[in-house]
């Protein structure tokens, strides 16, 4: 079945201890992205990537650090998690416009709780 | 930048009646693509329908259509008989044409749709 997975779903964790949200895609995508959601703002973009070792910052770049060392794999890194980083995350990939399919899959979202 | 207004932060409506969610957006673009996703309580991100700016006629997916006005940056979801699996949040997202470029999905507000039995 085609996904997106990410682990952990749910995470509380305390200021400060990094911590690493983890996504995967099984769909041979080049192009993965993290979004943060939080209530009255939408979704936004913390950093993307166009395909392996290829990454740039979002909307939302401060806080957060990421890498893509495999196609498949594209994961979140807080180095040292603050409370105004609790949110709903969201990664998500697609193939590349130029090969006319631009559909983006999302995962099913971590809750993160910074206490 | 660009950016997504949705005016209404919730709606609700009676079972099996239609409902229009409004979005409008702001952009220089000529080509872009405009999307609705749903996220019901399990928070998952579920795409209802999407349209590329180049065509005219407005997309459908089964009791789900779009009225795309072009010149007045105006994309908004009907919801024909409405049922209650159709409770959600729904959010209107853009993108614009960049190729090899950051294919970011820029979003409005959302809005809180509440299907009455």
């Known amino acids: 079945e085609a996904q997106v997975t990410q682990n952990p779903r749910y995470l509380i964790t305390v200021t400060g201890k990094k911590l690493t949200v983890t996504c995967s895609q099984n769909?041979?995508?080049?192009?993965m992205s993290w979004y943060r959601q939080d209530p009255g703002l939408g979704l936004r973009q913390i950093y993307y990537?166009?395909?392996?070792?290829?990454?740039d910052k979002g909307d939302v770049p401060e806080g957060y650090k990421v890498s893509r060392k495999e196609k498949r794999n594209f994961p979140l890194i807080l180095e040292s998690p603050s409370p105004n980083q609790t949110s709903l995350y969201f990664c998500?990939?697609?193939?590349?416009?130029?090969?006319?399919?631009?559909?983006?899959?999302f995962g099913p979202g971590t809750r993160l709780t910074v206490t | 930048a660009q950016t997504v207004t949705q005016s209404q932060p919730e709606m609700s409506v009676q079972e099996a009646e239609t409902v229009t969610l409004s979005c409008t957006y702001d952009?220089?673009?000529?080509?872009?693509?405009l999307f609705w996703y749903k996220q019901p309580p399990s928070r998952q991100m579920i795409l209802v329908i999407r349209?590329?700016?180049?065509?005219?006629q407005n997309a459908t997916e089964n009791r789900f259509s779009v009225n795309f006005q072009k010149a007045a940056k105006s994309f908004s979801l009907k919801i024909s008989d409405s049922q209650l699996g159709d409770t959600a949040m729904y959010f209107c997202?853009?993108?614009?044409?960049?190729?090899?470029?950051?294919?970011?999905?820029?979003f409005g507000t959302g809005t809180r749709l509440t299907i009455i039995p």
């Open positions: 952009t220089s673009e000529n080509n872009y693509y």
């Open positions: 990537s166009m395909n392996v070792e290829v990454t």
């Open positions: 769909m041979n995508h080049e192009y």
């Open positions: 997202a853009f993108m614009k044409f960049i190729g090899f470029g950051n294919e970011k999905l820029t």
């Open positions: 998500a990939s697609s193939l590349r416009m130029n090969q006319a399919s631009y559909e983006q899959y």
């Open positions: 349209q590329e700016a180049y065509k005219q």
